[in-house]
């Protein structure tokens, strides 16, 4: 497990595909679990130690995830993820070219319990939720093409959903039309930056989750450290 900020109050972590943030039906270790036995470890803590999920991510998506190590921290930090207080920048690589280098997609999601996966309509449906998320274009390979995504809403599967209706589904996606998957059962979509101002000392929070060691991310990686910096959150709105 890499750390990629802790103090008194938060802990933001890099996870990996093959991780869970909290427990499920798999019965698999959660990441919240191993972060509770690392800062369990490290600080020789009897008992059990408080770990609180503040947001998740899809098991195949990599990239940062932030615990709260207080349950005055948890509780504020629930309170920004839910009213648009964090600035999530999300990376994702597709093979389809999308036709504009940037714009800002809207869809009705419907969400299919059974099947684990979301269905987007133009118009609102029966059932349905508003979903919004910018992107932009910036980089391409001979074979595919990198997006920066920022979402405006958070609802199930989004990215992966929204990408694929408007004809460029992520890479190793097989859910949602993805010609093959990726060979370490990861799709290519990573959670690279957030920024948000601290829960307890109202400090700007800046942190990135280093891209995947495959590759194809990394042929990317020095256009993303030129092109996501801090002063670029606020740039693009």
Request: with cysteine; hydrophobic share 35%.
């Amino acid at each position: 497990m890499k750390v990629l900020y802790e103090d008194n109050h938060i802990i933001i972590v890099a996870k990996s595909p093959s991780e869970i943030v909290q427990g499920d039906k798999t019965g698999d270790k959660p990441l919240s679990e191993i972060v509770a036995s690392y800062l369990k470890e490290k600080y020789n803590k009897p008992g059990n130690v408080f770990v609180g999920v503040t947001h998740r991510l899809d098991r195949p998506v990599s990239g940062a995830v932030v615990f709260a190590k207080t349950s005055k921290a948890l509780s504020r930090l629930n309170d920004m993820f839910s009213h648009g207080g964090v600035d999530k920048r999300y990376l994702a690589i597709v093979r389809n070219r999308p036709s504009s280098e940037e714009g800002e997609l809207v869809n009705w999601l419907v969400r299919n319990e059974q099947k684990n996966r979301s269905f987007a309509y133009a118009k609102e449906v029966p059932g349905s939720k508003r979903a919004v998320l910018r992107y932009r274009l910036i980089a391409s390979s001979v074979n595919y093409h990198l997006l920066e995504i920022k979402l405006e809403t958070g609802r199930h599967h989004q990215i992966r959903c929204q990408l694929a209706k408007m004809g460029c589904p992520i890479k190793g996606d097989l859910k949602y039309g993805a010609e093959r998957s990726n060979p370490d059962g990861s799709i290519s979509l990573h959670a690279y930056c957030i920024s948000f101002e601290h829960p307890v000392s109202h400090e700007r929070i800046y942190v990135k989750a280093p891209l995947p060691s495959d590759a194809l991310w990394q042929s990317f990686n020095d256009v993303v450290e030129k092109e996501l910096t801090q002063d670029s959150l606020s740039m693009w709105p």
